[in-house]
């Protein structure tokens, strides 16, 4: 088992690593950056090293800059958390370069999955279900135009290198399929440097729900049951849940051995999700795969108990997974709470939280970094808090959602928290029948808002 493992991350999933470290007896380094130093996973770690200032690209991005943190502080292994370098294959190629394990994928897992046409043809190899679409990356305009034709509109263009809706366009007739290419074909090459396009038919009103899967090093994997995602703002996750609202168990079954399948296609190590669209006929496609823990990995822990980054360490460390699959016994929702502004389009909302109370009691989980007089520095994506209530039943868990944000108090900075509250009692929401386009015409309701 590894004796030190440093964490190339910072804010609540720092912290959510070096609380599983502690508990298998495994030293920690936190690395930060200037904006950090007060932050909880310096003060939480046993080591932590400053490894430069407070933009991303100087140090939470800077390879050389952790490598060295983790050869002055001897660390046999890194976490890399989501976002900076979890799915970085430069960075997963140069740790195992050094002899530090990357607990995470492996540099040419990274590059096949990050590359979504690449992607799809591989699941497509593996007998996975996918939008039916263009084989591959799509020459030019004509081949474009004669493959939209065939398939009828409406159709889907997607940047092969996209992700965030960067270089998506849907098209729903042939006058405006031009001018979709070109725009999403140009916004494509500023974004990634690779102007790659595919094309999918659309699905309209899609679901997003994915699979959570760990795969271990004898290339024998199993899921975790999946997690509903549709709630989301230009492509931001605003609250996940599970057991989805619309799921069944037949569709759970078929969906958990296509996650199976394609893990296992691909010889996949470690925790990763694969995403799926699901129609309102509940056929689903292969979306993406991610390869790193995700933000609403907890929702998962908590109605199968079972330490997701625990299972990461060990899968790394080369124990073998029981292989058994695992059904949800509770309902979890998870709620993540921003600093922005829910009533000024979701606008960042930095600096100092003058006053904090954290909800609690049952079923109540929260997972932050933040505190009473913590500055919230404005380089950083703006999540401070997750809220996460489990449940026997969904409507428990929303009304202990509800009673857990009247709860909770975060002075000093706007928040999601009147969003979540009014989502809570939001009719489609309530009901279950929602999709991805749920927050396409949500309007904030003054109700809500906190009393200042
Ligand atoms: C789609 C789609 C409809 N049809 N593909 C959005 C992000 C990207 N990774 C894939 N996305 C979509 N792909 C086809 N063929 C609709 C979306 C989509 C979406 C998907 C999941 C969650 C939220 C979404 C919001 C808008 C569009």
Redesign the pocket.
Known sequence: MFKKILIANRGEIALRVIRTCKEMGIKTVAVYSKADAESLHVRFADEAVCIGPAPSSESYLKIPNIISAAEITNADAIHPGYGFLSENAKFSKICEEHEIKFIGASAEMIEKMGD?ATAKATMKAAGVPC?P?SEGIIEDYDECLKLAKDMGFP??L?ATA????KG?R?VWKEEDLEAAWSSARHEAGAAFGNDGMYM?????E???IEIQIVGDSRGKACHLSERD??V?RR?Q?LTEETPSPFMTDDLRKKMGEAAVKAAEYIKYEGAGTV?F?VDKHRNF?F??MNTRIQVEHPITEQVIDYDLIREQILVAAGVPISGKNYFPKLHSIECRINAEDPYNAFRPSPGVITNLHAPGGHGVRIDTHVYSGYAIPPNYDSMIAKLITTAQTREEAINKMKRALDEFVIEGVKTTIPFHRQLMEDQRYTSGNYT??LMEDFVMDEKYKDEE
């Open positions: 979504k939008v679409g159709v889907m997607k996209g992700g965030g809706g998506m849907a999918e038919k659309l699905i309209e899609p679901r997003h995602c549709s989301q492509h996750k995403e669209l496609y979306m993406e991805t386009k």
